[in-house]
């Protein structure tokens, strides 16, 4: 009677090991799946992955700033439109939209900060004085 249980017991525990490796092996799946679509902006939703995109810039960023523009003069826009409480998305080092990319997150809290959307040097320091 006592081999019954062990078998019984060792039986519990062959599904328990199994059970465990699966549930490990399908949380590593996740997270390496969920990884790479985070490296990989082309994968994003559409309204920002238009912005991300390895083609996007068109333009230096030469006054004025507009859609397809890159470089450290729209990281300073997007900066003080972040401040300013603009959403700008989860593009950005620090997922918050600040990617030196002016796409069509930027250029909608600029039209709706400016009423336009191209930049100046002119516009970034009255958005600074905000």
């Given at each position: 009677?006592?081999?019954?249980?062990?078998?019984i017991d060792?039986?519990?525990?062959?599904?328990?090991?199994?059970?465990?490796?699966?549930?490990?092996?399908?949380?590593?799946?996740?997270f390496y799946f969920?990884?790479?679509?985070?490296?990989?902006?082309?994968?994003?939703?559409?309204?920002?992955?238009?912005?991300?995109?390895?083609?996007?810039?068109?333009?230096?960023?030469?006054?004025?700033?507009k859609?397809?523009s890159?470089?450290?003069?729209?990281?300073?826009?997007?900066?003080?439109?972040?401040?300013?409480?603009?959403d700008?998305?989860?593009?950005?080092?620090?997922?918050?939209?600040?990617?030196?990319?002016?796409?069509?997150?930027t250029?909608?809290?600029?039209?709706?900060?400016?009423?336009?959307?191209t930049v100046?040097?002119?516009?970034?320091?009255?958005?600074?004085?905000?």
């Open positions: 009677m006592a081999t019954d249980t062990f078998k060792n039986q519990l525990l062959w599904i328990a090991g199994g059970i465990l490796l699966l549930a490990g092996l399908g949380t590593g799946a996740y969920n990884k790479k679509k985070e490296n990989n902006p082309g994968e994003q939703s559409s309204s920002s992955a238009s912005s991300s995109s390895s083609g996007f810039c068109k333009y230096d960023d030469s006054f004025p700033l859609h397809g890159c470089g450290n003069k729209v990281t300073v826009l997007q900066k003080i439109l972040h401040v300013l409480g603009a700008l998305g989860k593009t950005g080092s620090n997922k918050d939209g600040v990617d030196g990319k002016y796409g069509d997150m250029q909608a809290a600029v039209k709706k900060l400016l009423g336009k959307t100046s040097q002119t516009d970034i320091e009255q958005l600074k004085k905000k």
